[in-house]
């Protein structure tokens, strides 16, 4: 069953960790990698990397990307976004902070956001402004 517009919102802004996609080079599949992700429903979409990583380079070439998110309980729900490349910010302890926020226990954001500015490097964030979806409920197997 295709979810209505609420539900596929209110599912993309839960945090699942997404696959993300992106034409890299037209001789190959697309480059797809798991990536945080942090959205909030009716807005834009963003992801945090390094300026210089594959899948930034290859954002900013092809212009658009795509990001798919799945459970598998209590039911079998998906939702896949795909759109433009909006905008580039650059990162800030606020936005990692934010990213952290959502994914790891509230005792562990502040030591995670330290990790990250200490070792692994420069980051960027990527915005997207979902405009096609894919979703479905496919029930309980």
């Known amino acids: 069953m295709t979810l209505s517009r609420q539900e596929r919102e209110r599912f993309l802004a839960e945090p699942h960790v997404g696959a993300l996609s992106v034409v890299?080079?037209?001789d190959r599949a697309p480059l797809t990698v798991p990536i945080?992700?942090?959205y909030t429903p009716g807005g834009e979409l963003w992801v945090r990397t390094g300026p210089d990583s594959r899948k930034a380079r290859a954002i900013?070439?092809?212009g658009r990307f795509s990001l798919m998110v799945q459970r598998t309980e209590p039911t079998v729900r998906?939702?896949?976004v795909e759109g433009p490349l909006t905008r580039t910010a650059p990162d800030s302890p606020q936005r990692s902070w934010d990213m952290a926020a959502r994914y790891?226990?509230?005792d562990e954001v502040g030591a995670f956001v330290e990790y990250d500015r200490?070792?692994?490097g420069e980051h960027i964030a990527l915005y997207m402004r979902p405009e096609h979806w894919v979703s479905a409920d496919l029930g309980a197997f």
């Open 24 to 26: 890299e080079r037209p």
């Open 36 to 38: 945080w992700y942090h």
């Open 60 to 62: 900013r070439t092809a």
């Open 78 to 80: 998906y939702v896949s």
């Open 104 to 106: 790891l226990p509230p």
């Open 118 to 120: 200490t070792h692994l």
